[in-house]
């Protein structure tokens, strides 16, 4: 009963009249709280009289509404399926009253007495019945033997989940007739059932509200004039697309309705808001790195949130494009173009620090001979035609060529890949796989979705970032284009093989050892980052990947495997994890295949 003053609280409103047979017109209006119709047209409302429905409606655009129906005979003769409550008697009373109710199906059930405010003042019975008739008493005094004050008050029949509520009046005057007795018991006399009509008003925008009117007998007219609802929060107008630097601020004055006091936040970033004079809502949102964000519009007493989507129309922040730059080593020629991207026409590109002797920055190229290792992180101004400055970074690092092992290209190179979705997973016919036309020796040895979309599927993505790192290791050694003196023809047989030629195969394996550019890995403690692994999971599917490293629980044991590849779980190019069969995944660690590219000095033949 803990809702209870909701139902009684403060909409029960008494009417007396007499009378009439014909058909009934009940109408009103809807008002919101400001007094006029915002929010108030098509709201549903749904009749009832004496408990039974009766009929639904909605308001129209003005938020009017109207019932037609026909008269309803006593209610006495439609009694509820366990149990009924009937009208107390005297009413009103002022020393004592009776509680009359039936009991249709045997079960526990409590009577209580609840004032006006829905504050519990009496409990009446707490107990089982059988089916019979009963009649509890009220003497009008609280759980204290204290006398109540004049005025409405509610008896509540609950049982089996179910429950009733009947009002009553208490006078504290001696007007009241005594009523007669015999042999020392009062006589009371039972009144005429009272009529009861009740409207419920729902919506999703307003605070769903029940009204309760009692009659002696209903009228033929009901004009129940304007009822007042409360509408919730809302963005009275739908706000337009903000124009916004990707990472900048963005402000917007927002025409919010209300009736109770609000608070403004977002889950997806920080914001700033207030009034302004004109009471619209000036609000500022913080570093926007987000195309559409949700705002909360939550009123303070925490009952109702309203959602609401405020988009933005990016304008993409020009910035460095990879922040790792190509490995440099001792004593090898280097030259290497910085990438921006995002810029609008020309971009000046200011270096902020120094680089490590003897580079030079010419224009957007880093170029020079080192003579020692170091690890220097660049720091730029980009200008580009806007006008607007943003900073950014990139990170040179120096080797020793003996240092260097073919896992840290591979790394490096699928890092370059964005993972916003602009490389789509497609297992479609009629390209490689690959985000990009690849050649080798003037010739093309796999092809792109001819479709512009730079689609991919799983073991296109890892020869390409195979054939990727080899090539640029390659360069960056000075080796020129050479792969272990491969033609291109022999390379479209590495594809072929790379691609697996059977269910359950190792494909990249197979084909790095038959060209002599790799090795298989047997013990699965020697897998490292940026090794190569054929999965076959025990539904059949299989999967190419590049790994990154094993998951293990809290006995330290391995439980999967975090890689890096394409699909369509991921929106293409992405990290992902999956799991052993057993260990809460379907990976077949028997027939999962890991391999290791060789540095081109570690080749051999074929």
Partial sequence: MNNIKYLILPFLLIFTVYLQADDINLYGNLVNGRGGVEKCANVRIKLYVNSKAKALTYTDENGAFSFIFTDVADADTDKPGDFSLDQNYPNPFNDKTALPYSIHSSGSLKLDVYDIRGHRVRSIVQDYHSVGQYSSYWNGRNEMDQRCSQGIYFYVLEMNGRTQIRKMSLM???????????????????????????????????????????????????????????????????????????????????????????????????????????????????????????????????IFI????????????????????????????????????????????????????????????????????????????????????????????????EDLTFNDYVVDVLEEYHRDGRYPYSWVSG????????????????????????????????????????????????????????????????????????????????????????DKIADMKNVQKGDFVQIWRTSGSGHSVIFMNWTTNAAGDTTGMRYWSTQTSTNGANYNTEYFDGLGGNIDKAHTYYSRGRKPEDFVGY
């Fill in 306 to 401: 309203l959602f609401s989507k405020i988009n933005f129309d990016f304008d993409r922040r020009a910035a460095t494009w990879p922040h790792k730059l190509r490995r440099a080593y001792i004593d090898i020629p280097y030259s290497h173009d910085i990438k921006i991207e995002n810029n609008q026409g020309n971009v000046q590109l200011a270096l902020k620090n120094s680089l490590p002797t003897p580079f030079v920055l010419n224009n957007k190229t880093v170029q020079g001979t080192a003579t020692g290792t170091s690890e220097t992180m660049l720091y730029f101004d980009l200008v580009d035609d806007r006008n607007v400055t943003m900073e950014d970074s990139a990170l040179l690092v120096i080797f020793r060529p």
């Fill in 431 to 518: 390209y490689s796989g690959v985000t990009r036309d690849l050649y080798y020796k003037d010739s093309r040895i796999a092809n792109a979705n001819p479709d512009s979309s730079h689609s991919t599927y799983c073991c296109g993505l890892t020869f390409e970032v195979y054939f990727r790192s080899i090539s640029r290791l390659n360069q960056d050694l000075g080796l020129g284009e050479d792969i272990n003196e491969m033609t291109s023809t022999n390379f479209r047989n590495f594809i072929s093989i790379w691609f697996v030629q059977s269910t359950l195969g190792d494909g990249p394996g197979l084909a790095l050892e038959a060209y002599g550019l790799g």
């Fill in 172 to 302: 504290n005057s001696d007007f009241i007739s005594t009523p007669m007795i015999i042999n020392g018991t009062p006589l009371l006399a039972k009144p005429a059932v009272e009529q009861i009509v009740k409207l419920v008003i729902e919506d999703n925008d307003i605070e769903n509200k029940t009204l309760s009117y009692t009659y002696a007998s209903i009228p033929g007219t009901l004009n129940l004039a304007d009822i007042p609802i409360h509408v919730y929060a809302h963005l009275a107008v739908t706000p337009d697309s903000l124009y916004v630097m990707e990472g900048g601020d963005a402000f917007d004055t927002l025409d919010i309705y209300f009736e109770r006091p609000f608070t403004l936040a977002s889950n997806d970033l920080e914001l700033n808001w207030e009034f302004t004079p004109d009471s619209t809502v000036a609000i500022h949102y913080k570093k926007v790195n987000k195309s559409s964000i949700t705002l909360n519009i939550k009123e303070d007493d925490g």
